[in-house]
């Protein structure tokens, strides 16, 4: 079965700290997508990244950095130097493939992320 | 850049009315999905639909519950006698054919049931 496990429900950094938002998967798969997802407290969500299980490059984008080890079943996602507009509830979410191909996103409870400025 | 696109942003209606959410998926999508995010808790999946039929839905998605696509460009969730229960945002999305594939979600819906 999929599941994802966000440990930390709640986290406060003050501003311009770096910060790790860890995330555990479980698939059976072999094949499957990893996705982090923002949602500011207007509530949309908004797509942060996508990662291929044939991927365990870590990829880093501005302030962004994702660190993918398919040994301990890891998507963990780093901020630096975090900006008060980092403040949002963070999920990180697991898609199958290959079976339908529906892309049936699985999301994790969440992180919310606090930074005090 | 293409995006899916919600009506309305948010809509109160009373308990045991009919509500339809309505969401406009990206043009060269064929996978289209509903799911709903309770005040505080996690996003979980209600429904995928391809080619004009449900492909799978989630323990949720019970009878109260229906999708359509009535239009070619439209993608509709109605619930047919809303519970207090049933408030919650409620996200549409869409995807396109192939394995290479990501879900593009819309902004939300959020029903409020007094």
């Known amino acids: 079965a999929q599941k994802v496990t966000q440990a930390q429900t709640e986290i406060s950094v003050v501003e311009k700290e770096d910060v790790t938002l860890d995330c555990v998967y479980e698939t059976r798969d072999t094949t499957y997508y990893l996705f982090w997802y923002k949602q500011p407290p207007s509530g949309e969500l908004v797509f942060l990244i996508r990662?291929?299980?044939?991927?365990?490059q870590n990829e880093i984008s501005g302030r962004y950095s994702w660190n993918f080890q398919k040994s301990t079943s890891s998507f963990n996602f780093t901020i630096t130097a975090s900006q008060v507009v980092d403040s949002a509830v963070y999920f990180c979410?697991?898609?199958?493939?290959?079976?339908?191909?529906?892309?049936?996103?699985?999301f994790g409870p969440g992180t919310s992320l606090s930074v005090i400025p | 850049e293409p995006e899916v696109t919600q009506t309305p942003s948010h809509q109160v209606t009373q308990m045991g009315q009919e509500v339809i959410l309505r969401c406009v998926p990206i043009?060269?999508?064929?996978?289209f999905y509903w799911y709903r995010q309770i005040l505080g808790q996690k996003v979980e999946f209600l429904v995928s639909f391809y080619n004009n039929e449900i492909s799978e839905k989630s323990e949720i998605f019970d009878d109260q519950f229906s999708v359509e696509r009535p239009d070619g460009s439209n993608f509709t969730l109605k619930i047919r006698s809303t519970k207090l229960e049933d408030s919650a945002m409620y996200f549409c999305?869409?995807?396109?054919?192939?394995?290479?594939?990501?879900?593009?979600f819309g902004q939300g819906t959020r029903l409020t049931v007094v």
């Open positions: 990662r291929n299980s044939f991927d365990e």
């Open positions: 999305a869409s995807s396109e054919v192939g394995l290479v594939t990501e879900a593009f």
């Open positions: 979410a697991l898609s199958e493939v290959g079976k339908t191909s529906y892309d049936k996103v699985i």
């Open positions: 043009s060269n999508h064929l996978y």
